[in-house]
Each structure stands twice: as structure tokens, then as C-alpha cells.
Nanobody, 124 residues
Framework: QVQLVESGGGLVQPGGSLRLSCTASAGFTFSREIMSWVRQVPGKGLEWVSS??????????TTADSVKGRFTIFRDNAKNTLYLQMNSLKPEDTGVYYC??????????????RGQGTQVTVSS
């Protein structure tokens, strides 16, 4: 059974930065999977944030317009870890961030691999 564990969230002031991590359990073929970050924003549904393809596909990134230029997804296949570098954070980025297998919101939901999430709060 795939286990993904997110970490790195916290309270940060507007304009600040955070780096989220997502570590996959042993036995999960992490390097072969397209991975995404999604978030649950208060009062809204799940929102896809960014995805990165597998190594054989060149680790191509796709990012939502709402965070483009501020957030960067990247991966370390040797460590079975996915990251999300978040800069210039805004209050509207507040939410619970999840990593999951898949390249879209629907795909991540269908994969059933979301971890427990990590809370990000952007507030002064």
C-alpha cells in the first residue's frame, strides 16, 4: 500500500517562503510516477497546484496559473521525495497541502494516494 507523508507546513507572513516535502514509502515506484500537489483551501474544494512527470518523461512541470512564478515543484528520486518550494506567499495560499500520484485533480483523487496533508497558514 502506497504511503505518502507530507511535511514542512507552518505559519508564515505574507511574502514569506516555505518548502513542503512529501516522502513516499518503500516499495512505491516513485521515480516512475507522475506526482502532484493539491490543496484544500478553506471554504473551497480541492485545488490542483502543480505536477511533475516521471524521470523518463523528463520531469516536466505543470503549474496552476494562481501560483505560477511563485511555486516550484521538484523531486529527488533517490530519496523518494517530492517537494514544493513556495515563495511570495499570499493569504489566499492558506490551506492544507497534499501530495498524490497523478497529473490532475481527478487523477490524484482517483489514485487514492493522498497523504494526511500539511497545513500552510499565511497571515500577518
Amino acid at each position: 500500500q502506497v504511503q505518502l507523508v507530507e511535511s514542512g507546513g507552518g505559519l508564515v507572513q505574507p511574502g514569506g517562503s516555505l518548502r513542503l516535502s512529501c516522502t513516499a514509502s518503500a516499495g512505491f515506484t516513485f521515480s516512475r510516477e507522475i506526482m502532484s500537489w493539491v490543496r484544500q483551501v478553506p471554504g473551497k474544494g480541492l485545488e490542483w497546484v502543480s505536477s511533475i512527470t516521471d524521470l523518463n518523461s523528463g520531469s516536466r512541470r505543470t503549474t496552476a496559473d494562481s501560483v505560477k512564478g511563485r511555486f516550484t515543484i521538484f523531486r529527488d528520486n533517490a530519496k523518494n521525495t517530492l517537494y514544493l518550494q513556495m515563495n511570495s506567499l499570499k493569504p489566499e495560499d492558506t490551506g492544507v497541502y497534499y501530495c498524490a500520484k497523478g497529473e490532475s485533480l481527478i487523477a490524484t483523487m482517483a489514485s487514492g494516494t493522498r497523504g494526511q496533508g500539511t497545513q500552510v497558514t499565511v497571515s500577518s
